[in-house]
């Protein structure tokens, strides 16, 4: 089959979070299982030169707005699958990869400069699979063009939701400016008045999927919806969860060039290492009996940081060490700041995004705090097992699908989850981990559980291929 991935962010070229992760890796899984893929996505100011293999095309010409604009595409495979970037230095070239007023034009605009490529560069994909919010335009153009233009008549689009919480709101007015002017294309905008990229995705797409199953069935309750889920259940039997896979050529504590010790499932001794490598890069006392608590994560509310905020004196108290790394709302960078001033012997934060002190701190750390409000998948938990790093997690999404809790009688398990959003429930989880964190014997059973869990993207690009197979029927 023929497929062309577009999204938003993709590593190694960009990268905000779990999204990044996987538009990055699933088109190299797809490929290594024989399928022909193309990733497509913006070159952003922060992608880094070295990625780009060669300048494809320097003339693309796409009509936007009333104007042809001419953009560039650069080649590369650092992702390991066959990548165009599309360069408009007027839209990608700032600051953040996100966060302007107008972002929706900003994706309006990709996602068509991306379909004039593709008809540029071949024969029309079987499948085009959008992600998020960002890839919604491009849903109702393919669907308005299959009707009349015969080089996308059998292409099927695949719409995969990460994260419905963001929904690329926009004034209706501007529709026709991107040439969204039809009643068809009007009406898979419009949601309450206003143009929602993320709805249109949903509403046009010919096959919806979650990134995890449990997710899918979230989205479908009003409390989860985000005023999508009577769509939602509507399409319910077009709405498939495949749970994210993990690259295990980045995330991998056998071969992480990162770490000063290499480690497996069976000799845990580099672990150590790690730990004391990761006490010293925040100048912590190194003690290396004391549990290292940790959290890694874009600083909002879906993250259940509250419930840090409410437990972690109660950790402290038991003598455990705590980091985090993370940026994002000022409230919670201000408690993490306000937490080390108050044990700096005790507590270690870096503010801000640095990729080697994640893979350190899933090294180095014992234990991995995610009690997220919603989790569509959530990708460092699954990180956290193959480092033998233990999740405790909140019961929702991704996180109740990929973490099982720990059976000390049939020494089954490899986290700990609670279901409830409460600081007692988590501080329970808390202190059972606690418990057999000071059992040897349990907490190796426990940490080889997690270890020798196959999570690989193989796996998932499977499953996709069959919801392929299903958008070609
Ligand atoms: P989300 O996509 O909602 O942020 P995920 O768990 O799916 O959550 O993915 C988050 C990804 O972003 C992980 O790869 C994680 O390591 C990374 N990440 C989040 N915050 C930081 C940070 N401050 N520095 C480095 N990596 C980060
Ligand atoms: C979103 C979700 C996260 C998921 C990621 C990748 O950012 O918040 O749970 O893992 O997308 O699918």
């Excluded at 990134?211 to 319910?236: A, F, K, M, N």
Aim: hydrophobic letters at 40%; one cysteine or more; charged letters at 25%.
């Amino acid at each position: 089959m023929r497929i062309a991935v577009l999204s938003a962010e993709a590593v190694p070229y960009s990268k905000t979070g779990g999204l990044g992760d996987v538009a990055g890796a699933l088109p190299k899984a797809l490929k290594r299982i024989g399928e022909d893929s193309v990733l497509i996505t913006p070159l952003y100011r922060q992608t880094k030169p070295e990625y780009l293999s060669h300048l494809a095309i320097d003339d693309l010409w796409v009509n936007w707005r009333g104007t042809s604009y001419r953009a560039r595409v650069f080649y590369s495979e650092a992702n390991g699958s066959p990548t165009f970037l599309i360069d408009a230095p007027e839209y990608f070239h700032r600051d953040s990869l996100y966060g302007y007023a107008e972002d929706y034009e900003r994706f309006a605009f990709f996602n068509h400069a991306a379909l004039v490529l593709i008809e540029r560069i071949g024969a029309p994909p079987d499948i085009i699979h959008l992600n998020d919010w960002h890839c919604g335009f491009a849903a109702v153009e393919i669907a308005s063009k299959r009707l009349w233009d015969d080089y996308w008549r059998n292409s099927r689009t695949v719409f995969s939701i990460h994260n419905l919480a963001y929904q690329g709101a926009f004034s209706a007015e501007e529709l026709w400016k991107f040439g969204f002017s039809s009643e068809f294309a009007r009406n898979a905008f419009l949601l309450n008045g206003h143009a929602s990229a993320m709805k249109a995705g949903l509403a046009v797409s010919d096959i919806l999927s979650t990134v995890s199953p449990r997710y899918s069935y979230e989205i479908q309750t009003p409390e989860e919806g985000y005023g999508l889920d009577g769509l939602l259940r509507q399409r319910s039997n077009r709405l498939i969860g495949i749970t994210n896979g993990v690259d295990y050529d980045v995330w991998n504590p056998a071969a992480d060039p990162v770490l000063p010790a290499q480690y497996n499932a069976q000799d845990l001794s580099g672990k150590l290492d790690c730990k004391k490598a990761l006490l010293e890069q925040f100048s912590l006392p190194v003690d290396l009996e004391k549990p290292v608590f940790a959290s890694i994560t874009r600083l909002t509310s879906q993250k259940g940081i509250d419930l840090m905020m409410q437990t972690a004196g109660e950790i402290l108290a038991t003598g455990a060490y705590i980091v985090s790394l993370g940026s994002g709302a000022k409230e919670y960078e201000d408690f993490w700041q306000n937490l080390r001033d108050y044990a700096p012997r005790q507590v270690g934060v870096y503010r801000g995004y640095n990729e080697d002190l994640a893979h350190l701190i899933e090294a180095g750390a014992d234990m991995f705090m995610m009690p997220s409000r919603f989790e569509p998948c959530g990708l460092n938990q699954m990180y956290s097992l193959r480092y033998g790093t233990i999740p405790i997690v909140r019961a929702v999404g991704g996180l109740d699908d990929t973490v099982e809790n720990f059976d000390r009688v049939r020494n089954t398990g490899n986290g700990f989850k609670f279901s409830e959003y409460e600081a007692d429930k988590f501080l329970e989880k808390i202190y059972e981990a606690l418990f057999a964190y000071h059992e040897s014997d349990a907490w190796r059973r426990l940490q080889r559980n997690g270890m020798t869990i196959d999570n690989s993207w193989e796996n998932a690009a499977r499953k996709y291929v069959k919801l392929y197979e299903m958008a070609k029927k």
